[in-house]
């Protein structure tokens, strides 16, 4: 498998989301205090990478939708996506 790499953007919205209970997008605005604009641009990417899911499913999402959905990390690059976001750490 390919080695993940997120932006300084990516990381904030897979933190807020966390890998156990998944964030409404309103919920979302509020825990990364993105606009609603620059939130959906991050998630689309997260969304067509696969590395987000929303609930019901889209493929993407509008600024004015954000609330409808449910959003949460794929369980299937938890560990990957974890790994990615420790990258400036200390391993």
Same mark, same amino acid.
């Given at each position: 498998?390919? *080695? #993940?790499? @997120? !932006?300084?953007? *990516? #990381?904030? =919205? =897979?933190?807020? $989301?966390?890998?156990?209970?998944?964030?409404?997008?309103?919920?979302? #605005?509020?825990?990364?205090?993105?606009?609603?604009?620059?939130?959906?641009?991050? $998630?689309?990417?997260?969304? !067509?990478?696969?590395?987000?899911?929303?609930? /019901?499913?889209?493929? !993407?999402?509008? /600024?004015?939708? @954000?609330?409808?959905?449910?959003?949460?990390?794929? /369980?299937?690059?938890?560990?990957? @996506?974890?790994?990615?976001?420790?990258?400036?750490?200390?391993?």
């Amino acid at each position: 498998m390919r *080695e #993940i790499k @997120l !932006s300084g953007r *990516e #990381i904030v =919205v =897979v933190r807020a $989301l966390g890998f156990a209970l998944g964030q409404t997008g309103t919920e979302l #605005i509020d825990n990364t205090k993105l606009e609603a604009e620059q939130l959906t641009d991050v $998630l689309n990417g997260l969304l !067509s990478a696969g590395y987000v899911e929303a609930m /019901p499913y889209t493929e !993407s999402v509008a /600024p004015e939708a @954000l609330a409808k959905y449910t959003f949460e990390t794929n /369980p299937s690059f938890a560990q990957e @996506l974890k790994r990615a976001m420790g990258r400036g750490r200390d391993r």
